[in-house]
């Protein structure tokens, strides 16, 4: 009973330097979303996807990249790492934004500093 | 600018009173909001929902008042419980959900 999983958990990054935040879920759920929360801001949405190929911007999306080539994953890529993005990564998903029974599934977040 | 506006930061309720957060919304077309919860190190779960056809949903300790004149909803927790002890989000949802700061509730013995 995986649900939604995020890896890795920590991660120190170098200014500059470029790295891939995984996330897969195994519910079979359509809609996947990344978020960021910075201490005392809640949570900012980066990017979704409403199903495999597509993808759509969210509130903060400077500095990441998305792709959706199956259902089950969802990677989120900073390129150029900086100070800004220190954050703490959520990943979510859920079968159906139309169905108001199917909320979001969270994974436990991916805590990530570059210094 | 914030389209769902939690403006208490930290609420502290004694143990078994009321605990009653607070949640303003910008657009009055918005028609479904969320409540999550969240624990350090872990991420949110889902609580509680409510339709803007409805003003109020509970379910058992948990109920959700909605006013949509006032574009306020509130989440009443009742009696406060120390696992209550978390930060709360509210949301709104429509091609996507969008979330409030955060308001850090803390359950007193």
């Known amino acids: 009973n995986a649900g939604v999983t995020q890896t890795p958990k920590f991660r120190i990054l170098k200014i500059g330097q470029s790295m891939t935040l995984q996330c897969t879920q195994d519910m079979n759920h359509n809609y996947m979303y990344w978020y960021r929360q910075d201490p005392g801001m809640g949570l900012k949405l980066i990017y979704y996807?409403?199903?495999?190929?597509?993808?759509d911007k969210g509130e903060v999306p400077n500095g990441y990249n998305v792709s959706r080539s199956t259902t089950e994953d969802f990677p989120l890529r900073l390129e150029l790492a900086a100070p800004s993005q220190t954050s703490v990564y959520f990943c979510?998903?859920?079968?159906?934004?139309?169905?108001?029974?199917?909320?979001?599934?969270f994974g436990n977040g991916t805590r990530l500093t570059v210094t | 600018d914030q389209q769902v506006k939690q403006n208490s930061p930290s609420l502290s309720v004694q143990e078994g009173r009321i605990s009653i957060l607070n949640c303003d919304y910008t657009?009055?077309?918005?028609?479904?909001f969320l409540w999550y919860k969240k624990y350090p190190a872990e991420g949110p779960t889902f609580l509680i929902s409510i339709s803007s056809i409805k003003d109020k949903n509970e379910d058992g300790r948990f109920t959700v008042f909605l006013n949509k004149s006032a574009k306020h909803l509130s989440l009443h927790i009742v009696p406060s419980q120390p696992g209550d002890s978390a930060v709360y989000f509210c949301?709104?949802?429509?091609?996507?959900?969008?979330f409030g700061k955060g308001t850090r509730l803390h359950i007193l013995p």
């Open positions: 996807s409403v199903g495999a190929g597509i993808t």
């Open positions: 657009n009055s077309m918005f028609d479904y």
């Open positions: 949301a709104y949802r429509d091609d996507k959900i969008i």
């Open positions: 979510a998903s859920s079968y159906s934004i139309q169905n108001y029974n199917s909320p979001l599934h």
